[in-house]
């Protein structure tokens, strides 16, 4: 039986971070039978031919892996491997939608979500309706990359200096903000909760230091969570290994954003759940019936 090659997909900025992480795949993928490979984006050429197909060289000889586990956040990437004819964990739709929080407020629409406002590019003033205090963030960051509290016009314009004319939206402020619960996600699994208290302010990024700790997730979280599972699932969008983000609004959990590169870091901080482990095994089962 010809062992599959699965292509571990980063960029190179984000490979660099997460090296453990890969080395954790490779050798939990080794252990099944599987030569799970870390590939650099930088590493692959990418086009179609003259008559129009799709092809992929990597460092310069042909690329056809059997799978590909995508840890890089380009919808077009993943497509094109799609069209390749080769799966792709998670797929494009899902980085199309996940990595623009404008895309993801609006999949998700009837969701319970902080109120919301996608700002132009060239946008001098808050928008007319603005309540201080209001959350900034760039629509296709992650990490807490320049989240920022402003509290009246002065540190609105400060915020949306560092952020415009990227993608940006605004937020009204969570009445419980500095506390947020991530979800994991297998296969459309929940597999565990871990909650994220910010230390001081409101981001509560476990890499920007905050506290982290296992969480039983309440029967709204869980009807909350599955409602979403079953969005993307409906829509073609499978959330394979993914992080549901909920902010919490008098006590109650409203959609902060979808992690279609979700980091593990605070579950394996938190729990014995080997979530790599989890993820090879419903892979190789999905393909066994895919043959």
């Known amino acids: ?17 997460n ?8 050798s939990e993928g080794q252990k099944r039978g599987l ?8 590493e692959l050429q990418i086009g179609t031919t003259k008559e129009g197909i799709p092809y992929c060289y990597r460092n310069g000889d042909i690329a056809k892996p059997d799978f590909v586990l995508s840890r890089q956040r380009h919808a077009l990437i993943s497509n094109h491997f799609q069209l390749m004819g080769i799966p792709v964990y998670n797929n494009a739709k899902v980085c199309d939608i996940c990595n623009d929080k ?31 205090p209001v959350v900034l963030k ?13 509290e009246n016009k002065a540190q609105w ?4 200096a560092a952020i415009l004319p990227q993608p940006a939206l605004q937020q009204n402020l969570v009445s419980n903000a500095g506390h947020d619960l991530r979800v994991y996600i297998v296969f459309g699994e929940i597999i565990a909760g871990v909650m994220r208290t910010a230390k001081e302010g409101i981001v509560s990024n476990f890499k920007l230091g905050g ?6 997730l309440t029967q709204d979280e869980r009807r909350l969570a599955e409602e979403i599972i079953k969005r993307f699932d409906e829509a073609g969008a499978p959330l394979c290994l993914a992080g549901v983000d909920f902010l919490y609004e008098d006590g109650k959990p409203v959609l ?17 759940i080997d979530i790599v482990s989890l993820f090879l095994d419903k892979l190789l089962d999905i393909r066994a019936q895919q043959e």
């Open 35 to 42: 030569l799970i490979e870390p590939v650099l984006l930088s």
């Open 1 to 17: 039986m010809k062992q599959e090659i699965g292509y571990l997909l980063y960029d190179d900025r984000d490979y660099a971070v």
């Open 19 to 26: 090296q453990h992480f890969a080395e954790h795949m490779r």
């Open 102 to 132: 404008r895309k993801t407020h609006l999949f998700l629409a009837d969701i319970p979500m902080p109120k919301t406002t996608f700002l132009a590019p060239d946008a001098k003033q808050p928008p007319v309706d603005t309540v201080f």
């Open 211 to 216: 506290i982290a700790t296992y969480h039983e």
């Open 256 to 272: 902060g954003e979808v992690e279609d590169v979700v980091g593990s870091r605070m579950l394996y901080h938190t729990s014995d």
């Open 138 to 150: 760039p629509a296709c960051s992650h990490g807490g990359d320049r989240v920022t509290l402003a």
């Open 157 to 160: 314009h400060a915020a949306a």
